[in-house]
Protein backbone atom coordinates (compact mmCIF):
# COMPACT_ATOMS: atom_id res chain seq x y z
CA UNK A 1 0.00 0.00 0.00
CA UNK A 2 3.14 2.08 0.39
CA UNK A 3 5.32 0.15 -2.35
CA UNK A 4 5.51 -1.65 -5.28
CA UNK A 5 7.69 -4.70 -5.75
CA UNK A 6 8.61 -6.21 -8.74
CA UNK A 7 9.44 -9.83 -9.20
CA UNK A 8 10.47 -12.29 -11.95
CA UNK A 9 8.90 -15.39 -11.99
CA UNK A 10 9.59 -18.58 -13.79
CA UNK A 11 6.74 -20.65 -15.68
CA UNK A 12 6.87 -23.18 -12.62
CA UNK A 13 7.12 -20.75 -9.85
CA UNK A 14 4.57 -21.83 -6.84
CA UNK A 15 2.27 -19.54 -5.31
CA UNK A 16 4.57 -20.34 -1.96
CA UNK A 17 8.09 -19.62 -3.92
CA UNK A 18 6.64 -15.91 -4.97
CA UNK A 19 5.56 -15.38 -1.26
CA UNK A 20 8.31 -16.36 0.53
CA UNK A 21 10.52 -13.88 -2.02
CA UNK A 22 8.20 -11.04 -0.93
CA UNK A 23 8.14 -11.96 2.77
CA UNK A 24 12.08 -12.52 2.59
CA UNK A 25 12.06 -8.75 0.53
CA UNK A 26 10.12 -6.73 3.56
CA UNK A 27 11.74 -8.55 6.57
CA UNK A 28 8.70 -10.67 7.18
CA UNK A 29 8.55 -13.49 9.80
CA UNK A 30 5.12 -14.11 11.11
CA UNK A 31 3.73 -15.04 7.56
CA UNK A 32 0.90 -17.20 8.79
CA UNK A 33 -1.55 -13.62 8.85
CA UNK A 34 -0.82 -12.88 5.20
CA UNK A 35 -1.45 -13.83 1.89
CA UNK A 36 -1.29 -12.59 -2.07
CA UNK A 37 -4.51 -11.06 -3.09
CA UNK A 38 -5.25 -10.95 -6.97
CA UNK A 39 -8.99 -10.73 -8.82
CA UNK A 40 -9.95 -13.54 -11.25
CA UNK A 41 -11.26 -12.84 -14.65
CA UNK A 42 -15.01 -12.89 -13.27
CA UNK A 43 -14.00 -9.86 -11.35
CA UNK A 44 -13.84 -12.06 -7.72
CA UNK A 45 -11.38 -11.29 -5.22
CA UNK A 46 -9.61 -14.38 -4.18
CA UNK A 47 -6.07 -15.60 -2.81
CA UNK A 48 -3.03 -16.81 -4.45
CA UNK A 49 -2.44 -20.71 -3.38
CA UNK A 50 0.98 -21.59 -2.15
CA UNK A 51 0.42 -24.91 -3.49
CA UNK A 52 -0.25 -24.19 -6.71
CA UNK A 53 2.02 -22.39 -9.88
CA UNK A 54 1.79 -18.89 -10.27
CA UNK A 55 0.64 -18.95 -13.60
CA UNK A 56 -2.11 -21.67 -13.27
CA UNK A 57 -4.38 -19.28 -11.59
CA UNK A 58 -7.14 -17.37 -13.55
CA UNK A 59 -5.32 -13.68 -12.84
CA UNK A 60 -7.31 -10.95 -15.05
CA UNK A 61 -4.47 -9.02 -16.48
CA UNK A 62 -5.23 -5.85 -18.82
CA UNK A 63 -3.44 -6.89 -21.37
CA UNK A 64 -1.15 -10.59 -22.49
CA UNK A 65 1.52 -8.32 -21.76
CA UNK A 66 0.82 -6.66 -18.51
CA UNK A 67 2.39 -7.88 -15.45
CA UNK A 68 0.22 -9.99 -13.15
CA UNK A 69 -0.65 -7.87 -10.14
CA UNK A 70 -0.88 -9.00 -6.47
CA UNK A 71 -1.70 -7.09 -3.36
CA UNK A 72 -0.05 -8.26 0.04
CA UNK A 73 -2.34 -8.49 2.47
CA UNK A 74 -3.57 -9.92 5.86
CA UNK A 75 -5.52 -13.02 5.63
CA UNK A 76 -6.24 -13.70 9.13
CA UNK A 77 -6.44 -11.19 11.76
CA UNK A 78 -5.51 -12.26 15.50
CA UNK A 79 -8.17 -12.60 18.32
CA UNK A 80 -5.57 -9.82 20.69
CA UNK A 81 -3.20 -7.67 18.30
CA UNK A 82 -1.27 -6.74 21.60
CA UNK A 83 -0.48 -10.31 22.63
CA UNK A 84 0.10 -12.03 19.14
CA UNK A 85 1.60 -9.28 16.89
CA UNK A 86 5.21 -9.46 17.85
CA UNK A 87 7.40 -7.71 14.69
CA UNK A 88 6.83 -3.89 14.16
CA UNK A 89 6.65 -4.62 10.62
CA UNK A 90 3.94 -6.72 10.99
CA UNK A 91 2.26 -4.58 12.93
CA UNK A 92 2.66 -1.68 10.81
CA UNK A 93 1.11 -4.07 7.43
CA UNK A 94 -1.67 -4.56 9.99
CA UNK A 95 -2.05 -1.14 10.75
CA UNK A 96 -1.70 -0.16 7.32
CA UNK A 97 -4.17 -2.11 5.72
CA UNK A 98 -7.27 -1.30 8.54
CA UNK A 99 -6.60 2.33 8.41
CA UNK A 100 -7.24 1.94 4.24
CA UNK A 101 -10.22 -0.01 5.72
CA UNK A 102 -11.20 2.40 8.15
CA UNK A 103 -10.84 5.19 5.19
CA UNK A 104 -12.34 3.42 2.21
CA UNK A 105 -15.57 2.39 4.74
CA UNK A 106 -15.26 -1.75 4.59
CA UNK A 107 -14.93 -1.35 8.35
CA UNK A 108 -17.77 0.58 9.61
CA UNK A 109 -16.37 3.02 12.46
CA UNK A 110 -18.62 5.45 14.44
CA UNK A 111 -17.54 9.46 13.89
CA UNK A 112 -16.46 10.12 17.45
CA UNK A 113 -14.03 6.61 17.27
CA UNK A 114 -13.25 7.81 13.53
CA UNK A 115 -11.52 11.07 15.27
CA UNK A 116 -9.70 9.40 18.13
CA UNK A 117 -8.12 6.73 14.92
CA UNK A 118 -7.23 9.43 13.44
CA UNK A 119 -5.29 11.39 15.75
CA UNK A 120 -3.66 8.08 16.42
CA UNK A 121 -2.99 8.03 13.08
CA UNK A 122 -0.97 11.64 12.96
CA UNK A 123 1.27 10.83 15.56
CA UNK A 124 2.40 7.16 13.95
CA UNK A 125 3.34 9.95 10.83
CA UNK A 126 4.07 12.93 12.49
CA UNK A 127 5.52 11.97 15.39
CA UNK A 128 5.02 13.29 19.24
CA UNK A 129 3.38 16.68 19.51
CA UNK A 130 4.96 20.06 19.10
CA UNK A 131 3.00 23.23 18.86
CA UNK A 132 6.39 25.05 17.73
CA UNK A 133 6.11 22.20 14.78
CA UNK A 134 2.62 21.68 14.03
CA UNK A 135 0.93 24.51 13.35
CA UNK A 136 -2.82 25.52 12.44
CA UNK A 137 -3.53 23.80 8.98
CA UNK A 138 -0.91 21.53 9.10
CA UNK A 139 -3.08 18.57 8.24
CA UNK A 140 -4.78 20.29 5.54
CA UNK A 141 -4.08 17.55 2.63
CA UNK A 142 -4.50 14.83 4.83
CA UNK A 143 -6.64 12.03 4.80
CA UNK A 144 -7.81 11.08 8.21
CA UNK A 145 -11.30 10.24 8.09
CA UNK A 146 -14.02 8.38 6.26
CA UNK A 147 -16.17 10.30 3.39
CA UNK A 148 -19.31 8.92 5.45
CA UNK A 149 -18.47 10.80 8.84
CA UNK A 150 -17.73 13.89 6.97
CA UNK A 151 -20.85 14.21 5.15
CA UNK A 152 -22.91 13.29 8.35
CA UNK A 153 -21.53 16.41 10.62
CA UNK A 154 -21.30 19.46 8.76
CA UNK A 155 -18.33 20.48 10.44
CA UNK A 156 -15.29 22.57 7.86
CA UNK A 157 -11.96 21.13 7.47
CA UNK A 158 -10.39 23.57 9.83
CA UNK A 159 -13.01 22.42 12.91
CA UNK A 160 -12.61 18.60 11.97
CA UNK A 161 -8.53 19.08 12.20
CA UNK A 162 -9.11 20.87 15.56
CA UNK A 163 -10.91 17.85 17.15
CA UNK A 164 -7.88 15.51 16.02
CA UNK A 165 -5.16 17.82 17.09
CA UNK A 166 -7.11 17.99 20.27
CA UNK A 167 -6.89 14.45 20.78
CA UNK A 168 -2.91 14.47 18.88
CA UNK A 169 -1.73 16.94 21.63
CA UNK A 170 -3.25 14.80 24.22
CA UNK A 171 -1.16 11.75 23.28
CA UNK A 172 1.96 13.32 23.97
CA UNK A 173 4.14 10.79 25.60
CA UNK A 174 3.68 7.97 22.86
CA UNK A 175 6.12 6.95 19.88
CA UNK A 176 4.77 6.33 16.30
CA UNK A 177 5.09 2.36 17.22
CA UNK A 178 2.43 2.93 20.49
CA UNK A 179 0.04 4.74 18.23
CA UNK A 180 -0.17 2.09 15.56
CA UNK A 181 -0.48 -0.55 18.18
CA UNK A 182 -3.43 1.73 20.26
CA UNK A 183 -4.96 2.14 16.57
CA UNK A 184 -5.29 -1.94 16.15
CA UNK A 185 -6.62 -1.98 19.69
CA UNK A 186 -9.60 0.24 18.95
CA UNK A 187 -10.34 -1.08 15.91
CA UNK A 188 -10.31 -4.72 16.68
CA UNK A 189 -13.49 -4.16 19.30
CA UNK A 190 -15.39 -2.77 15.93
CA UNK A 191 -18.55 -5.41 15.01
CA UNK A 192 -16.72 -5.61 11.28
CA UNK A 193 -13.26 -5.86 11.96
CA UNK A 194 -11.05 -8.98 10.72
CA UNK A 195 -14.24 -10.69 9.34
CA UNK A 196 -14.63 -11.73 5.99
CA UNK A 197 -18.04 -11.34 3.89
CA UNK A 198 -19.69 -13.68 1.43
CA UNK A 199 -23.30 -13.45 -0.07
CA UNK A 200 -24.93 -16.64 0.91
CA UNK A 201 -28.98 -17.71 0.58
CA UNK A 202 -30.54 -20.00 3.09
CA UNK A 203 -32.74 -22.99 1.76
CA UNK A 204 -35.87 -20.69 1.42
CA UNK A 205 -33.64 -18.57 -0.66
CA UNK A 206 -33.55 -16.05 1.32
CA UNK A 207 -30.30 -13.28 0.71
CA UNK A 208 -27.54 -13.52 4.17
CA UNK A 209 -24.41 -12.55 4.53
CA UNK A 210 -21.95 -15.15 5.94
CA UNK A 211 -19.20 -14.21 7.88
CA UNK A 212 -15.56 -16.02 8.93
CA UNK A 213 -13.04 -14.23 11.45
CA UNK A 214 -10.60 -15.07 14.37
CA UNK A 215 -13.40 -16.31 16.45
CA UNK A 216 -16.02 -18.54 14.24
CA UNK A 217 -18.77 -18.07 11.56
CA UNK A 218 -21.61 -15.53 11.76
CA UNK A 219 -24.69 -15.09 9.58
CA UNK A 220 -26.28 -11.65 9.14
CA UNK A 221 -29.17 -10.48 7.69
CA UNK A 222 -28.51 -9.02 3.97
CA UNK A 223 -29.42 -5.31 5.68
CA UNK A 224 -27.24 -5.64 8.74
CA UNK A 225 -23.67 -6.50 8.98
CA UNK A 226 -22.83 -5.49 12.20
CA UNK A 227 -25.34 -7.74 14.49
CA UNK A 228 -25.44 -11.69 13.77
CA UNK A 229 -28.01 -13.47 13.99
CA UNK A 230 -26.64 -17.01 14.44
CA UNK A 231 -23.00 -17.51 15.37
CA UNK A 232 -21.05 -20.68 15.19
CA UNK A 233 -17.76 -20.50 17.70
CA UNK A 234 -15.57 -22.78 16.10
CA UNK A 235 -15.17 -24.20 19.49
CA UNK A 236 -18.82 -25.62 18.97
CA UNK A 237 -18.24 -25.93 15.34
CA UNK A 238 -17.82 -30.06 14.46
CA UNK A 239 -17.01 -30.32 10.97
CA UNK A 240 -17.52 -28.03 7.65
CA UNK A 241 -18.20 -28.91 4.24
CA UNK A 242 -19.24 -28.15 0.69
CA UNK A 243 -20.97 -30.01 -1.91
CA UNK A 244 -20.82 -27.89 -5.35
CA UNK A 245 -23.07 -24.69 -3.97
CA UNK A 246 -23.89 -26.26 -0.87
CA UNK A 247 -22.34 -25.60 2.20
CA UNK A 248 -22.75 -27.47 5.51
CA UNK A 249 -22.19 -26.44 8.92
CA UNK A 250 -22.12 -29.52 11.45
CA UNK A 251 -22.08 -28.04 15.18
CA UNK A 252 -20.38 -30.52 17.86
CA UNK A 253 -23.67 -30.83 19.64
CA UNK A 254 -25.38 -33.65 17.38
CA UNK A 255 -28.88 -33.03 18.59
CA UNK A 256 -28.33 -29.75 16.85
CA UNK A 257 -29.24 -29.18 13.51
CA UNK A 258 -26.70 -28.40 10.57
CA UNK A 259 -26.80 -25.07 9.21
CA UNK A 260 -26.83 -25.22 5.46
CA UNK A 261 -26.85 -22.58 2.87
CA UNK A 262 -26.03 -22.02 -0.60
CA UNK A 263 -23.22 -19.92 -2.61
CA UNK A 264 -23.40 -18.21 -6.25
CA UNK A 265 -20.43 -20.53 -7.03
CA UNK A 266 -18.34 -22.95 -6.18
CA UNK A 267 -15.11 -21.19 -6.23
CA UNK A 268 -16.94 -19.23 -3.60
CA UNK A 269 -17.40 -22.38 -1.33
CA UNK A 270 -13.66 -23.27 -1.72
CA UNK A 271 -12.62 -19.55 -0.93
CA UNK A 272 -14.70 -20.18 2.36
CA UNK A 273 -13.66 -23.39 3.58
CA UNK A 274 -10.15 -22.12 2.46
CA UNK A 275 -10.17 -19.46 5.22
CA UNK A 276 -12.37 -21.77 7.82
CA UNK A 277 -9.73 -23.78 7.68
CA UNK A 278 -6.87 -21.17 7.93
CA UNK A 279 -8.71 -19.28 11.11
CA UNK A 280 -9.48 -22.70 12.68
CA UNK A 281 -5.87 -23.57 12.17
CA UNK A 282 -4.66 -20.23 13.92
CA UNK A 283 -7.66 -20.41 16.73
CA UNK A 284 -6.40 -24.17 18.07
CA UNK A 285 -2.59 -22.51 17.78
CA UNK A 286 -3.08 -20.07 20.35
CA UNK A 287 -4.78 -22.11 22.57
CA UNK A 288 -1.10 -24.45 22.31
CA UNK A 289 2.02 -23.19 23.79
CA UNK A 290 3.94 -21.51 21.64
CA UNK A 291 6.79 -22.93 19.13
CA UNK A 292 10.22 -22.42 19.74
CA UNK A 293 10.02 -19.74 16.81
CA UNK A 294 7.27 -18.17 18.30
CA UNK A 295 9.08 -18.29 21.68
CA UNK A 296 12.57 -16.53 19.78
CA UNK A 297 10.35 -13.83 18.45
CA UNK A 298 8.86 -12.99 21.68
CA UNK A 299 11.99 -13.33 23.61
CA UNK A 300 13.81 -10.50 20.43
CA UNK A 301 10.11 -8.49 20.83
CA UNK A 302 10.83 -8.01 24.52
CA UNK A 303 14.76 -7.43 24.16
CA UNK A 304 14.17 -5.03 21.08
CA UNK A 305 10.85 -3.08 23.35
CA UNK A 306 13.50 -3.41 26.22
CA UNK A 307 15.80 -1.83 24.90
CA UNK A 308 13.95 0.96 22.64
CA UNK A 309 12.41 1.66 26.19
CA UNK A 310 15.96 2.02 27.76
CA UNK A 311 16.57 3.78 24.32
CA UNK A 312 13.55 6.28 24.75
CA UNK A 313 14.16 6.70 28.57
CA UNK A 314 17.85 8.08 27.86
CA UNK A 315 15.88 10.10 24.93
CA UNK A 316 13.53 11.31 27.18
CA UNK A 317 16.22 12.13 30.02
CA UNK A 318 18.17 13.98 27.52
CA UNK A 319 15.36 15.68 26.14
CA UNK A 320 14.11 16.74 29.15
CA UNK A 321 17.87 17.86 29.87
CA UNK A 322 17.82 19.90 27.04
CA UNK A 323 14.72 21.28 27.39
CA UNK A 324 15.93 22.20 30.76
CA UNK A 325 18.90 24.00 29.44
CA UNK A 326 16.55 25.39 26.69
CA UNK A 327 14.41 26.79 29.09
CA UNK A 328 16.92 28.07 31.54
CA UNK A 329 18.76 29.79 28.35
CA UNK A 330 15.20 30.96 27.26
CA UNK A 331 14.50 32.17 30.75
CA UNK A 332 18.07 33.85 30.72
CA UNK A 333 17.49 35.37 27.48
CA UNK A 334 13.97 36.67 28.99
CA UNK A 335 15.95 38.40 31.73
CA UNK A 336 18.37 39.62 29.66
CA UNK A 337 15.60 40.90 27.18
CA UNK A 338 14.01 42.33 30.56
CA UNK A 339 16.82 43.95 32.13
CA UNK A 340 17.94 45.32 28.04
CA UNK A 341 14.50 46.29 27.93
CA UNK A 342 14.38 48.19 31.76
CA UNK A 343 17.86 49.91 31.20
CA UNK A 344 16.52 50.82 27.49
CA UNK A 345 13.12 52.10 29.51
CA UNK A 346 15.74 53.63 31.70
CA UNK A 347 17.72 55.55 28.91
CA UNK A 348 14.56 56.69 27.17
CA UNK A 349 13.07 57.77 30.63
CA UNK A 350 16.44 59.96 31.36
CA UNK A 351 16.43 61.38 27.45
CA UNK A 352 12.66 61.92 27.88
CA UNK A 353 13.62 63.56 30.88
CA UNK A 354 16.02 66.11 29.56
CA UNK A 355 14.40 66.99 26.55
CA UNK A 356 11.28 67.53 29.19
CA UNK A 357 13.73 69.89 31.42
CA UNK A 358 14.83 71.22 28.13
CA UNK A 359 11.44 72.07 26.68
CA UNK A 360 10.46 73.55 30.26
CA UNK A 361 13.29 76.07 30.24
CA UNK A 362 12.52 77.18 26.45
CA UNK A 363 9.21 77.48 28.09
CA UNK A 364 9.78 79.28 30.45
CA UNK A 365 12.02 81.90 28.92
CA UNK A 366 9.18 82.08 25.85
CA UNK A 367 7.20 82.87 28.31
CA UNK A 368 9.05 85.23 30.01
CA UNK A 369 9.63 86.95 26.64
CA UNK A 370 5.65 86.84 25.62
CA UNK A 371 4.94 88.09 29.42
CA UNK A 372 7.78 91.33 28.46
CA UNK A 373 5.99 91.80 25.17
CA UNK A 374 2.54 91.22 27.08
CA UNK A 375 3.52 94.14 29.21
CA UNK A 376 4.24 96.46 26.23
CA UNK A 377 1.28 95.72 24.63
CA UNK A 378 -0.51 96.61 27.82
CA UNK A 379 1.00 100.00 28.07
CA UNK A 380 0.35 100.16 24.97
CA UNK A 381 -2.92 99.63 24.89
CA UNK A 382 -3.30 101.62 28.04
CA UNK A 383 -1.96 104.65 26.18
CA UNK A 384 -4.43 103.70 23.09
CA UNK A 385 -7.34 103.48 25.77
CA UNK A 386 -6.15 106.85 26.95
CA UNK A 387 -6.28 108.31 23.83
CA UNK A 388 -9.16 106.53 22.93
CA UNK A 389 -10.91 108.33 26.12
CA UNK A 390 -9.87 111.76 24.95
CA UNK A 391 -10.64 111.36 21.22
CA UNK A 392 -14.17 109.53 22.85
CA UNK A 393 -14.42 112.93 25.21
CA UNK A 394 -13.48 115.05 22.19
CA UNK A 395 -16.27 112.97 19.95
CA UNK A 396 -18.55 113.60 22.99
CA UNK A 397 -17.59 117.55 23.27
CA UNK A 398 -17.88 117.78 19.57
CA UNK A 399 -20.98 116.01 19.16
CA UNK A 400 -22.55 118.23 22.32
CA UNK A 401 -21.52 121.19 20.12
CA UNK A 402 -22.48 120.07 17.15
CA UNK A 403 -25.54 119.35 18.98
CA UNK A 404 -25.83 122.88 20.44
CA UNK A 405 -25.20 124.27 16.84
CA UNK A 406 -27.98 121.83 15.37
CA UNK A 407 -30.35 123.47 17.91
CA UNK A 408 -28.85 127.11 17.40
CA UNK A 409 -29.23 126.40 13.28
CA UNK A 410 -32.87 124.62 13.59
CA UNK A 411 -34.07 127.74 15.76
CA UNK A 412 -32.54 130.15 13.44
CA UNK A 413 -33.98 127.93 10.37
CA UNK A 414 -37.10 128.34 12.51
CA UNK A 415 -36.39 132.14 12.63
CA UNK A 416 -36.02 131.82 8.71
CA UNK A 417 -38.95 129.65 8.16
CA UNK A 418 -41.33 132.36 10.07
CA UNK A 419 -39.23 135.43 8.78
CA UNK A 420 -39.95 134.08 5.60
CA UNK A 421 -43.77 133.49 6.24
CA UNK A 422 -44.12 137.00 7.04
CA UNK A 423 -42.09 137.93 4.41
CA UNK A 424 -44.80 135.91 2.19
CA UNK A 425 -47.87 137.16 3.94
CA UNK A 426 -46.23 140.70 3.47
CA UNK A 427 -45.21 139.74 -0.40
CA UNK A 428 -49.16 138.88 -0.58
CA UNK A 429 -50.48 141.48 1.33
CA UNK A 430 -47.87 143.70 -0.93
CA UNK A 431 -49.30 141.89 -3.94
CA UNK A 432 -52.89 142.45 -3.06
CA UNK A 433 -52.01 146.52 -2.59
CA UNK A 434 -50.17 145.68 -5.96
CA UNK A 435 -53.36 144.81 -7.68
CA UNK A 436 -55.42 147.63 -6.09
CA UNK A 437 -53.12 149.85 -7.23
CA UNK A 438 -53.43 148.54 -10.33
CA UNK A 439 -57.25 148.15 -10.71
CA UNK A 440 -56.61 152.25 -9.20
CA UNK A 441 -54.37 152.66 -12.32
CA UNK A 442 -56.06 151.13 -14.65
CA UNK A 443 -59.29 153.15 -13.39
CA UNK A 444 -57.09 155.93 -13.99
CA UNK A 445 -56.07 155.10 -17.24
CA UNK A 446 -59.62 154.17 -18.40
CA UNK A 447 -60.98 157.49 -16.69
CA UNK A 448 -57.85 159.52 -18.64
CA UNK A 449 -58.72 157.82 -21.88
CA UNK A 450 -62.16 159.21 -21.02
CA UNK A 451 -60.88 162.99 -19.91
CA UNK A 452 -58.92 162.70 -23.25
CA UNK A 453 -61.81 161.23 -25.43
CA UNK A 454 -63.80 163.96 -23.73
CA UNK A 455 -60.95 166.58 -24.57
CA UNK A 456 -60.76 165.50 -27.90
CA UNK A 457 -64.30 166.14 -28.46
CA UNK A 458 -63.94 168.98 -27.49
CA UNK A 459 -60.99 170.29 -29.34
CA UNK A 460 -62.91 169.31 -32.57
CA UNK A 461 -65.97 171.25 -31.59
CA UNK A 462 -66.95 174.41 -33.61
CA UNK A 463 -65.16 177.56 -32.59
CA UNK A 464 -67.25 179.61 -30.80
CA UNK A 465 -66.01 183.58 -30.57
CA UNK A 466 -67.52 183.46 -26.95
CA UNK A 467 -65.44 182.75 -24.36
CA UNK A 468 -67.01 183.04 -20.90
CA UNK A 469 -63.91 182.50 -19.02
CA UNK A 470 -61.77 184.63 -20.80
CA UNK A 471 -59.62 185.18 -24.37
CA UNK A 472 -58.61 181.89 -26.60
CA UNK A 473 -55.01 181.53 -25.65
CA UNK A 474 -56.10 181.28 -21.68
CA UNK A 475 -58.46 178.60 -22.65
CA UNK A 476 -55.72 177.06 -24.49
CA UNK A 477 -53.50 177.43 -21.47
CA UNK A 478 -55.53 175.99 -19.02
CA UNK A 479 -56.24 172.72 -21.29
CA UNK A 480 -52.38 172.26 -21.82
CA UNK A 481 -51.90 172.59 -17.75
CA UNK A 482 -55.05 169.50 -17.31
CA UNK A 483 -53.07 167.15 -19.53
CA UNK A 484 -49.79 167.12 -17.66
CA UNK A 485 -51.40 166.74 -14.67
CA UNK A 486 -53.25 163.82 -15.76
CA UNK A 487 -50.26 162.02 -17.32
CA UNK A 488 -48.06 162.68 -13.99
CA UNK A 489 -50.19 160.83 -11.94
CA UNK A 490 -49.97 158.07 -14.20
CA UNK A 491 -45.88 158.26 -14.39
CA UNK A 492 -46.24 158.13 -10.45
CA UNK A 493 -48.25 154.90 -10.59
CA UNK A 494 -45.52 153.15 -12.28
CA UNK A 495 -42.63 154.16 -10.31
CA UNK A 496 -44.46 153.00 -6.95
CA UNK A 497 -45.51 149.64 -8.14
CA UNK A 498 -42.06 148.80 -9.79
CA UNK A 499 -40.31 150.19 -6.85
CA UNK A 500 -42.65 147.40 -4.61
CA UNK A 501 -42.04 144.65 -7.09
CA UNK A 502 -38.32 145.44 -6.54
CA UNK A 503 -38.11 145.20 -3.08
CA UNK A 504 -40.76 141.95 -2.90
CA UNK A 505 -37.73 140.52 -5.14
CA UNK A 506 -34.46 141.94 -3.00
CA UNK A 507 -36.56 140.10 0.42
CA UNK A 508 -36.97 137.05 -1.77
CA UNK A 509 -33.86 136.42 -2.36
CA UNK A 510 -32.60 137.32 0.61
CA UNK A 511 -34.58 134.85 2.26
CA UNK A 512 -33.36 132.11 0.17
CA UNK A 513 -29.96 132.74 0.80
Known amino acids: MEAELEFAIKPDTTGKQLFDQVVKTIGLREVWYFG ?38 VKFFPEDVAEELIQETTQRLFYLQVRESILTEDLYCPPETAVLLASYSVLAKYGPYNEKVHKPSFLANER ?208 SAQEKLKRREEEAKDLEEKMKLAKQEAETIERRRQKAEEERKATVLKAQQEQAEKEALMRRAAEMEEKARQIEEESERKAREAEELQKRLDEAHKKQMEDLKKLQDISYMPTSNYTPYGDEENTAGEQSLSMEGVSNIGSELDRQTMQDKNQNMADRLKVST
Open 144 to 351: LLPPRVIDQHKLTKEEWEEKIVTWYAGHKDLLREDAMMEYLKICQDLDMYGVNYFSIKNKKGTELWLGVDALGLNVYEKEDRLTPKIGFPWSEIRNIQYNDKKFTIAPIDKKAPDFIFYSPRLRINKRILALCIGNHELYMRRRKPDTIEVQSMKQQAREDRHSKQMERAQMQRERSEKEKALKDKEEAERERQKMETLLKKYEEDKS
Open 36 to 73: LQYTDKDGFVTWLKLNKKVLSHDIARENKDAPYQFKFR
